[in-house]
């Protein structure tokens, strides 16, 4: 009965929904049996999509390392992961101030899988040059990177939280413009906490959506890709994600202003309970998308 009625909310939705890095049980998946169980959690549900975390590829150093000891393990998470029909994405948030190596690794990983993108966060030069300087290194150093794959995944730029790093709105949307075979993420959490509780009304979301239409264009919105979570912030910015009853931002808000725009794509849910949360506002899910 749950399986069914989470399925018909993603239907009427026109998203896949779904979680990061693990479930209630397995909060974080570190391995390949994690990883088949956490899917077969996930299947039970209905949740349609799933982000896999960097840890679960700890000890991977070169693309040797991943042929040598991981790729069977991974054309089975792939092949059990298109068995229940989930969606699986490889996000990696923190790359050093030379992300050469791990992007061609990790992107490597999510073409083996594959993965519908790459996540990573564009702030690496953020700590170590001025913003505006930051911005056009990131743009050359994506765009380099993503000329010398031998596999054309498509990378997701994720907005970040923190005020000052490479990372807004505006940053990711003028870094897809200016590379190739990227996308935005919007993680409606990090904007929240970046601009200090700015997403307040239907019309907040409204203006952000209509920013993304106007300046990636109206295709983007067949293929959306969004993380949404409550989040707590202080003078920098994001600090942390929280139970979404002690947040400032609203998921309806949100869902009704990404159903009046006509966007399609994934929604991954990031809170504390998890897919416990999802199946506690089940009902208020079903209301949002009727």
């Given at each position: 009965m749950v399986r069914?009625?989470?399925l018909k909310i993603q239907e009427r939705l026109g998203m896949r929904l779904g979680l990061a890095y693990g479930t209630k049980k397995t909060p974080v998946?570190?391995?390949?049996?994690?990883?088949?169980?956490?899917?077969?959690?996930?299947?039970?549900?209905?949740?349609?999509?799933?982000?896999?975390?960097?840890?679960?590829?700890?000890?991977?150093?070169?693309?040797?390392?991943?042929?040598?000891?991981?790729?069977?393990?991974?054309?089975?998470?792939?092949?059990?992961?298109?068995?229940?029909?989930i969606e699986l994405t490889v996000r990696f948030p923190?790359?050093?101030?030379?992300?050469?190596?791990?992007?061609?690794?990790?992107?490597?990983?999510?073409?083996?899988?594959?993965?519908?993108?790459?996540?990573?966060?564009?702030?690496?030069?953020s700590k170590i040059m001025p913003h505006d300087q930051a911005l056009k290194l990131a743009v050359f150093k994506i765009n380099e990177v993503i000329s010398n794959m031998s596999h054309k995944i498509k990378v997701g730029i994720e907005t970040t939280g923190t005020i000052g790093d490479v990372g807004s709105l505006e940053d990711v949307i003028d870094i897809v413009r200016r590379t190739h075979n990227t996308e935005p993420v919007i993680n409606w959490g990090h904007i929240q906490g970046r601009e200090k509780g700015t997403l307040q009304s239907r019309r907040d979301f409204n203006l952000m959506l209509n920013q993304l239409r106007e300046t990636v264009g109206r295709g983007y919105f067949q293929s959306v890709y969004?993380?949404?979570?409550?989040?707590?912030y202080g003078k920098n910015g994001y600090i942390e994600s929280i139970p979404y009853a002690k947040g400032d931002?609203?998921?309806?808000?949100?869902?009704?202003?990404?159903?009046?725009?006509?966007?399609?794509?994934?929604?991954i849910i990031e809170d504390p309970d998890r897919e416990a949360f999802i199946l506690r506002i089940m009902d208020q899910l079903a209301d949002m998308v009727r």
């Open positions: 069914k009625k989470i998946v570190r391995n390949s049996k994690d990883m088949l169980d956490t899917l077969q959690e996930l299947y039970n549900i209905g949740l349609k999509a799933f982000v896999l975390p960097s840890q679960m590829f700890a000890g991977i150093q070169t693309a040797s390392d991943l042929y040598k000891s991981k790729y069977g393990e991974l054309l089975k998470i792939k092949d059990e992961a298109k068995r229940y029909n923190n790359l050093p101030q030379e992300p050469d190596e791990t992007m061609r690794i990790y992107s490597t990983i999510a073409s083996i899988m594959d993965c519908r993108n790459f996540i990573i966060q564009p702030n690496f030069y969004f993380l949404f979570s409550a989040v707590r931002i609203n998921l309806e808000h949100m869902i009704r202003e990404s159903m009046s725009a006509g966007a399609k794509g994934t929604l």
